[in-house]
């Protein structure tokens, strides 16, 4: 008897340990793809938002493919769609033509994934199955790694680099251990000395406070992860907060790694008759989102859209990039000053709460050219960016505006939340 049980256990230690390497090495091994001899050369890649995006160029003999995509492997595939263009034996490629849509990332599971270029090909012999052709992704940008962190209820930390086994962009998800990271980043317009837009015995930074603290409030009872620039009482009656270098209010958005920011303002104008709503974005961007803010403000109060029709794309949406001129005016008595040009260009978004917060995707350029005189954004050159928008929440100056928003905080704050849930909790 004492013999069968020592039988028995042995049996039951070798079982145990043949499971222990199935689950943590044999399971575990990825089935290696076949990758063809050339290799697709990138020279762009980015994160804004929660979209992964990248593009680059591909030269073969046979460009005659069926169909062309980008696949992330684990052993099994996600497959892509992607833009593309032929020229002579070259394909250009891109995963989208705006910089807040392409690969939603955020909802990848925990692992190891590759990413290649993927070809098909008609099968003359065998129609019923086509001849698939996988490309290594060679990446010649300046960015040799990229730490991205997703909303908090994936709560993961996704590395972007390149593996040594296929020399193609690697994906590695694991879960996030960083407790100061956050989905939303909330700037409360002005604050302090600056009070912003005047008129009568209302200040512009008052309103926007208080919406902010409502918004902030309403999208953490749907537990979406607030920050704000600055908190009530944060910054003296006699004091500004500063905008760049660390902690500062373009600054913090990525410090801790969020990914949208919503700045809030109230407008004002020398003309009595201007009013209504307006939400500004980057450029180069689908629009979507922003109509959904301004639609659900208009089509739930009294307000309308803005009569304001400088830099305007649709109703209540605007996208503000410096011009020619104002480029040169940007700059105007900076010799003077004894400061250092900036590269301003009409590729920069005017609104720096918009154009240093998504870095080199919306022409951030405060780098260290004057760091005693204006400060420096340590991520203006960044690949990762926050897709900002600046609110403006109707016109302290219209009197009809004033009247609504005296009595609508409440409700503004809680239509905007709504957009933002809608946009954040939707599975891409």
């Known amino acids: 008897m004492k013999k069968l049980f020592g039988t028995l256990f042995i049996f039951l230690i070798i079982g145990f340990a043949c499971?222990?390497?199935?689950?943590?090495?044999i399971k575990g091994i990825i089935p290696k793809i076949g990758v063809e001899e050339e290799v697709a050369n990138i020279d762009e890649y980015y994160i804004y938002g929660n979209h992964f995006n990248i593009k680059g160029d591909l030269k073969i003999t046979d460009i005659n493919y069926d169909d062309i995509s980008l696949v992330l492997y684990n052993g099994e595939e996600m497959v892509f769609d992607v833009n593309d263009e032929k020229e002579g034996t070259n394909i250009s490629f891109s995963s989208s033509e705006y910089i807040n849509e392409g690969i939603y990332i955020d909802n990848?599971?925990?692992?190891?994934?590759?990413?290649?270029?993927?070809?098909?090909?008609?099968?003359?012999e065998d129609k019923k199955n086509p001849i698939y052709k996988y490309y290594v992704l060679k990446n010649n940008t300046e960015y040799n790694e990229t730490i991205y962190y997703t909303l908090s209820k994936y709560n993961n930390k996704i590395i972007i680099n390149s593996d040594e086994e296929y020399g193609?962009?690697?994906?590695n998800v694991s879960e996030n251990k960083d407790n100061n990271i956050y989905d939303v980043t909330i700037d409360p317009g002005h604050g302090g000395l600056d009070s912003g837009a005047l008129f009568d015995i209302y200040k512009e930074s008052d309103f926007t406070m208080n919406?902010?603290?409502k918004l902030k409030k309403y999208l953490e009872s749907k537990n979406i992860k607030v920050k704000l620039t600055h908190d009530k009482g944060d910054i003296p009656s006699d004091k500004t907060i500063d905008?760049?270098?660390?902690?500062?209010?373009?600054?913090?958005?990525?410090?801790?790694?969020s990914k949208y920011t919503f700045s809030i303002h109230i407008n004002k104008n020398n003309s009595s008759s201007v009013k209504g709503m307006e939400v500004y974005t980057p450029d180069n961007i689908n629009y979507d989102f922003a109509k959904d803010i301004v639609n659900n403000i208009v089509n739930n109060t009294d307000f309308g859209y803005s009569t304001n029709k400088m830099y305007r794309v649709s109703d209540g949406v605007y996208t503000h990039n410096f011009t020619e001129t104002e480029v040169k005016s940007s700059l105007n008595g900076y010799?003077?000053?004894?400061?250092?040009?900036?590269?301003?260009?009409?590729?920069?978004?005017?609104?720096?709460?918009?154009?240093e917060t998504g870095g080199y995707l919306t022409g951030a350029y405060v780098d260290d050219s004057n760091p005693d005189k204006v400060g420096v954004n340590p991520y203006y050159n960044s690949n990762i960016g926050?897709?900002?928008?600046?609110?403006?929440?109707?016109?302290?100056?219209?009197?009809?505006?004033?009247?609504?928003?005296l009595?609508?905080?409440?409700?503004l704050a809680t239509l905007i939340g709504e957009a933002i849930v809608k946009e954040l909790t939707i599975e891409k």
């Open 211 to 213: 919406i902010s603290l």
């Open 243 to 257: 905008e760049y270098n660390e902690h500062g209010r373009a600054v913090i958005p990525n410090e801790v790694k």
């Open 19 to 25: 499971y222990f390497v199935y689950v943590n090495y």
């Open 335 to 355: 010799k003077e000053k004894g400061y250092k040009a900036y590269g301003v260009s009409t590729k920069s978004n005017y609104l720096y709460m918009i154009r």
């Open 407 to 411: 009595k609508s905080e409440e409700k």
């Open 108 to 124: 990848l599971d925990k692992g190891i994934y590759y990413l290649f270029l993927k070809l098909t090909y008609e099968n003359k």
């Open 168 to 171: 193609t962009f690697m994906f």
């Open 386 to 405: 926050n897709e900002a928008y600046l609110l403006e929440l109707s016109y302290l100056s219209n009197s009809s505006d004033l009247n609504i928003l």
